[in-house]
C-alpha cells in the first residue's frame, strides 16, 4: 500500500536525498541537460521547478529561498541570470524526462532529464513567438487593403492582360 507516501525517498536517509537532489540540480542548471536514473529524473523534476519559478520574479527574498535549496551561488545566479529570462512566459513544465533505455551494469531504467527551453534540436522549426494581448483592435485585413486600392477581380485582370500582350507585339512590328 502507498499509504501517505508523497515522495519518493530513493533509497536513502533525508539529509543524503536533499544533498544529492541539490547537487543534482545545480549540475541541470550549470549543464541545461543530464543523464540519470527515471526515479531519480521524476524526483529532480519534483524538486527544481518550484526553483525555477522563483527565479522568474528576481527578489532577495526569492535568491534566499533558493539559495537555502541549492547551495551553490553559482548557481543560484545563473538560475536568476540566464535561465529565468528565457522561461519568463512559459507558466510551467521547464523539464523535461527523455527515456533513454537500461544502463548495461545493473539494468536500471535510464532518462535524460533537461531544461525545455535549452533544447536547440526541438526549438529550431519553432519561431519566436509573438506575444499575443486580449485587447480589440484594428483587424489588419480590413482596413489596409481598402484604404490603399480597389480590389479588382481577378479574372478582369487577367483577360486585360492577354488583350494588352498581342497589341503591343503588333506595334512594335
Request: glycine share 6%; with cysteine.
Amino acid at each position: 500500500m502507498r499509504h501517505g507516501k508523497k515522495i519518493n525517498h530513493l533509497g536513502r536517509k533525508t539529509a543524503h536525498r536533499k544533498s544529492m537532489l541539490a547537487n543534482m540540480a545545480c549540475s541541470l542548471i550549470e549543464h541545461k541537460r543530464i543523464n540519470t536514473t527515471v526515479a531519480k529524473a521524476k524526483a529532480l523534476r519534483v524538486f527544481v521547478e518550484p526553483l525555477v519559478t522563483k527565479s522568474k520574479e528576481d527578489t532577495t527574498h526569492n535568491r534566499r529561498i533558493v539559495f537555502r535549496k541549492l547551495r551553490s551561488k553559482e548557481s543560484v545566479s545563473e538560475l536568476f541570470r540566464d535561465v529565468a529570462p528565457k522561461v519568463g512566459e512559459r507558466p510551467g513544465g521547464y523539464t523535461r524526462i527523455i527515456k533513454l533505455g537500461n544502463r548495461l551494469g545493473d539494468n536500471a531504467d535510464m532518462a535524460m532529464i533537461e531544461l525545455v527551453d535549452y533544447n536547440e534540436i526541438y526549438n529550431l522549426d519553432k519561431p519566436e513567438k509573438k506575444k499575443s494581448t486580449r485587447r480589440a483592435g484594428k483587424r489588419k485585413g480590413t482596413t489596409s487593403t481598402s484604404e490603399t486600392e480597389p480590389t479588382v477581380p481577378q479574372e478582369e485582370t487577367k483577360s486585360e492582360e492577354t488583350n494588352s500582350e498581342p497589341k503591343e507585339d503588333k506595334k512594335e512590328e
